[in-house]
T-cell receptor, first 111, second 117 residues
Framework: DTGVSQNPRHKITKRGQNVTFRCDPI?????LYWYRQTLGQGPEFLTY????????KSRLLSDRFSAERPKGSFSTLEIQRTEQGDSAMYLC?????????FGPGTRLTVL | AQKITQTQPGMFVQEKEAVTLDCTYD???????LFWYKQPSSGEMIFLIY??????QNATEGRYSLNFQKARKSANLVISASQLGDSAMYFC??????????????FGTGTSLTVIP
């Protein structure tokens, strides 16, 4: 399968714990995006990488959130001191040109 | 103002019939892109079709076509010959890329399509 992959697919954690998600983009894609989606809403943009450089961050990305893309390949999204409001689907997408191809997402539940 | 507006929260269509999902957008950029994605209950966002603002012809991909009316700022998705597997949420999205807006990508709130056998 040469699509975007994300791990884990599901994560349940207790409030206050740290979590880290991984995204492996389509191999030739130089652009990588993170989105958050809550029930009944469209995805909301979190951050964008071109190669290893993080070029944009949404105001939604509080200081508890950090994303990296070392070597311009896979990316990680870490949430520190999770809160119940962080419960959502976290989607990763990659692109080479216009179309953004999404992974299956990581569903986070904060208890 | 909303960048992408999808006014139909839910739609029903008979199997094998065609259906149009509405999308209007708001931008002052001259260069932009419009996209449709399908999200089945499994959660994955599946790219369906893309239309560039300078494309003169409507985009088509198999049973999907995008009815692009630039002056009206609408980008409706037409699905022909609906199949049961088309039942899903459908999101319209827009990419702006300019000095003013940066590389921004906006989604609408989605339309839930149910195909009836």
């Amino acid at each position: 399968d040469t699509g975007v992959s994300q791990n884990p697919r599901h994560k349940i954690t207790k409030r206050g714990q740290n979590v880290t998600f991984r995204c492996d983009p389509i191999s030739e894609h130089n652009r990588l995006y993170w989105y958050r989606q809550t029930l009944g809403q469209g995805p909301e943009f979190l951050t964008y990488f071109q190669n290893e450089a993080q070029l944009e961050k949404s105001r939604l990305l509080s200081d508890r959130f950090s994303a990296e893309r070392p070597k311009g390949s896979f990316s990680t999204l870490e949430i520190q001191r999770t809160e119940q409001g962080d419960s959502a689907m976290y989607l990763c997408a990659s692109s080479l040109y216009e179309a953004r191809f999404f992974g299956p997402g990581t569903r986070l539940t904060v208890l | 103002a909303q960048k992408i507006t999808q006014t139909q929260p839910g739609m029903f269509v008979q199997e094998k019939e065609a259906v149009t999902l509405d999308c209007t957008y708001d931008t002052s950029d001259q260069s932009y892109g419009l996209f449709w994605y399908k999200q089945p209950s499994s959660g994955e966002m599946i790219f369906l079709i893309y239309q560039g603002s300078y494309d003169e012809q409507n985009a088509t991909e198999g049973r999907y076509s995008l009815n692009f009316q630039k002056a009206r700022k609408s980008a409706n998705l037409v699905i022909s010959a609906s199949q049961l597997g088309d039942s899903a949420m459908y999101f319209c999205a827009m990419r702006e890329a300019s000095r003013n807006t940066g590389n921004q990508f906006y989604f609408g709130t989605g339309t839930s399509l149910t195909v009836i056998p």
